[in-house]
């Protein structure tokens, strides 16, 4: 499985694409979370502000948790050998190659999980923007 191999490319072409998405993901954070906050009382925005943080850092635990467990549960598939696979997953040497193709094709799930939610949000949001200016024509034609 080549698809996601950069080994033949040098680092200085993979740093643009790493900056552009750190900046990707860091960047509207915080105006994702000024929005959230002022939704809520003044008085309140502290403890809002503590919710939104465990939420976030809960949630990307609970990730960073899955895909550690698909990786070495992969990777025990990949190459038999339980105590091989779990210290390739920790950083050990011994098995680069199943690691590398183990880590590819979990990129690739990731991506198709990722871009099916995409869709799917943007499907829910074009229905509910439906359902709003159906509600918006009702109102006019009853006024």
């Known amino acids: 499985m080549k698809i996601l191999d950069f080994s033949p490319l040098p680092l200085a072409v993979l740093i643009v694409p790493m900056l552009l998405l750190g900046f990707g993901w860091g960047l509207p ?15 309140a925005a502290g403890a809002a502000a503590g919710v939104l943080n465990f939420a976030r850092l809960g949630s990307e635990t609970l990730a960073v948790a899955g ?13 038999g050998d339980t105590a091989l696979a779990y210290s390739a997953a ?12 183990t880590f590819r094709l979990l990129m690739v799930i990731l991506a198709v999980v990722t871009t099916a939610i995409s869709v799917w949000v943007m499907l829910l949001q074009r229905a509910q923007h439906r359902a709003a200016s159906r509600i918006d024509e009702l109102a006019v034609e009853q006024a």
């Open 67 to 79: 895909f550690t467990a698909a990786l070495s549960s992969l990777l025990v598939g990949a190459t």
């Open 90 to 101: 920790a950083g050990g040497p011994g098995a680069a190659a199943p690691y590398a193709d």
């Open 29 to 43: 954070v915080g105006l994702i979370d000024g929005e959230a906050l002022a939704a809520v009382r003044p008085a």
